[in-house]
């Protein structure tokens, strides 16, 4: 597949997932949605990873490790890390959560399939007042309590099997 086709692919999956999740009320614009749905590191890094996986087709494989990870992002034109608060001369600050200044957890080697996944991929270490964030693959992210944060990074629930009451988008 060319990248312009993936590219597309890749934003028509996300602005689907957010027209699902805003609904009504939500976003009004594409850049207000795409903006939406790059509000945080673990967000950027989520989508970042579900593009892999579709530029990985027909095999939908996450990246291996943190530098293989790295190298994909910076490889990544502008004209499609841009729209998504994204550079590729500051990789190393989207490894770190904004929230509570430690590195994310990150399940390496997922693998998606043409139609997405839901699966948890990144995770705060510590986050905030016991809670911490994960994001999905499925372009959503919530706040979740140790047990349930052990249960999504052991890859034994997903993102609607938790116990949470939603994403936070």
Known sequence: MSKTVLQ?????????????????GGATTPEAAMQAANDSNAKRLSNLYLM???K?????EGPKDEAEFKAAIKETPSETLSPMGVSASDVDSLFVSERDGEPFEIRYGLKGSPYGSSDPVIFEKIGVDGKRTVAFLNVSAREVEADEYQQLLDGKASA??????????
């Open 52 to 54: 892999i996986q579709m």
């Open 160 to 169: 609607g099997q938790g116990r949470g009451d939603g994403p936070t988008n």
């Open 56 to 60: 990985s087709a027909p095999k939908f």
């Open 8 to 24: 597309s692919v890749f934003y028509s999956g996300i602005a689907s997932l957010l027209l699902i999740q805003l609904g009504c």
